[in-house]
């Protein structure tokens, strides 16, 4: 068991993400163990994890990681939409979370 806070429209630190999240998924991966990621709501802080995932753990470009998860039904982009309603330009939302992207795949080819 993981339990990493996220606060509610907003992204994961980096930090917690790729020192303790994306290690755990490996982790269980590795160990062939069932993870079930969530948050209270399940759509956005979820949908971010997952996709971040799907770029760590299986090589997904970030536009086709964020389809799959938007397939699910969850949606990586919410803490972008949110940052509206806190005065926030969404497109810098949208250049965050490809950045934290960007940084799993980095992180998965060292």
């Not at 995932?53 to 086709?64: D, H, I, S, T």
């Not at 972008?80 to 795949?105: D, Q, T, Y």
Request: net charge positive; glycine share 10%; hydrophobic share 45%.
């Amino acid at each position: 068991v993981l339990w990493a806070p996220i606060k509610d429209f907003h992204l994961v630190e980096p930090e917690t993400l790729t020192q303790r999240v994306l290690p755990f998924l490996a982790e269980a991966e590795q160990q062939q163990e069932r993870v079930v990621v969530h948050c209270s709501g399940g759509m956005g802080r979820t949908g971010h994890i997952l996709a971040a995932w799907l770029v760590f753990g299986r090589g997904l470009l970030n536009k086709e990681a964020i389809a799959a998860v938007r397939k699910t039904g969850r949606n990586p982009y919410e803490a972008a939409i949110a940052g509206i309603l806190r005065g926030k330009n969404p497109w810098k939302g949208v250049s965050e979370l490809n950045a934290l992207l960007n940084a799993c795949r980095q992180l998965s080819s060292e």
